[in-house]
């Protein structure tokens, strides 16, 4: 148990350390893909830290190496994403955002987290065996996804990890504790766009205008069809509009409506299948109607699904760390995550991270969203004890 403790004290001592970095990311967010000053921020503590590493990945992105005693036995790669959402924040804090963004997903609380499992692992790196590898992805909130493109440049294939780790912030969960799910775990995530055309005019004379509006409401409510008639009830699925976009007035109906939305699910087969049935009926409703329905459906992350014998394994170096009284088994959810690259191509798992205190929760992608950061000693801590588990295993 002498090294689980060693990482827990290093942990409580680089605790304020960690918090200062993450205020600072906190304070100065960037958008998906621009992460500059965060990737030379990172890269000024990983000097500091006398950790080796590459900063030419999709033009941000960062790939740190720490060695062990035989480097070439096993490496275990860990993941952090770095950008911010496009929110104006609310938080009355110290260290508010200075830019008309801000970091409501928690990825600075990664970030941070695993400069201080850099520290702790690069500290120790005679008490294990093989290579860790620390991955600082840009553009996680943005298709194509920065996980995507970091493995489309080849970053890892020079020596390609036996298991990829990530770590994700959960507001509902109380700080102190992690969660874990073998198996699938998050949905794959498309972006639809339609777009229902006709001849626009007085709402009044309705016999010589097509009726773009009733046309575009007739769509969504029969496209609903598509999760209540046609999914299989084991295969979990979402479809939901969020913007419906009509510029007529209380006497004009337009030309055009713009209807976008998201689809949902974690079956790749009935993934493809569902976008023909959104096609056909939203093509077929408008023909129908004397109109014209153009669909466009962006096809976006895949499913995530955590590989079994990895995930309980780290559950278990997790109980070990943390007490089984702090390890969770999580739910499936229907939010997405670009990690499901990663998990496709290497035997992977994907955690939570409890960051709920005491005050009122905020949850994530919100103008309000921040975390208790006692967190991040159990953030750094907990993955570098998992990672040294891995490889000494």
Request: aromatic share 8%.
């Amino acid at each position: 148990m002498e090294l689980i403790n060693q990482i827990k004290e290093l942990s409580e001592n680089f605790h304020k350390e960690i918090i200062s970095i993450r205020r600072h990311i906190h304070q100065n967010p960037e958008l998906s893909f621009n992460e500059f000053e965060t990737s030379e921020f990172i890269c000024s503590k990983l000097d500091e830290y006398n950790v080796s590493y590459k900063n030419e990945y999709v033009k941000t992105g960062i790939i740190a190496t720490i060695k062990g005693k035989n480097p070439d036995k096993k490496i275990i790669a860990l993941r952090a994403d770095m950008d911010a959402l496009p929110i104006i924040e609310e938080n009355e804090i110290p260290y508010k955002s200075v830019n008309k963004t801000m970091h409501a997903c928690g990825h600075d609380a990664h970030t941070a987290s695993l400069l201080g499992t850099a520290k702790i692992l690069n500290i120790l790196k005679d008490k294990f065996e093989g290579t860790v590898k620390l991955i600082f992805q840009p553009g996680e909130e943005l298709l194509p996804g920065g996980a995507l493109l970091m493995l489309d440049e080849g970053t890892l294939k020079d020596s390609e990890p036996d298991i990829v780790i990530g770590q994700h912030v959960l507001p509902t969960m109380k700080s102190g504790k992690a969660g874990f799910r073998k198996g699938m775990y998050m949905a794959s995530s498309d972006e639809i766009y339609l777009t229902v055309s006709g001849k626009g005019g007085h709402a009044a004379i309705t016999d010589k205008v097509t009726d773009t509006v009733l046309i575009a409401s007739q769509i969504i409510v029969a496209l609903q069809q598509i999760v209540s008639r046609n999914a299989q009830a084991s295969i979990p699925t979402v479809l939901s509009f969020g913007r419906v976009e009509a510029n007529g007035a209380t006497n004009v109906i337009p030309n055009k409506v713009k209807i976008d939305g998201t689809f949902r699910t974690m079956d790749e087969e009935w993934r493809k299948e569902a976008h023909l049935k959104i096609e056909k009926i939203a093509k077929s409703i408008a023909e129908g109607m004397g109109g014209k329905c153009e669909v466009k459906i962006v096809k976006g992350y895949p499913f995530l699904k955590n590989n079994e014998l990895v995930t309980e394994q780290a559950k278990s170096f997790a109980e070990q760390y943390l007490g089984k009284e702090n390890v969770e088994d999580m739910e499936i959810r229907m939010t997405a995550e670009d990690f499901a690259y990663f998990a496709q191509k290497y035997p992977s798992t994907f955690y939570r991270l409890g960051t709920a205190g005491n005050n009122k929760i905020s949850h994530l992608h919100t103008s309000t969203f921040n975390i208790d950061e006692n967190a991040l000693c159990t953030g750094m801590g907990l993955m570098a004890w998992i990672a040294v588990s891995f490889l000494n295993k």
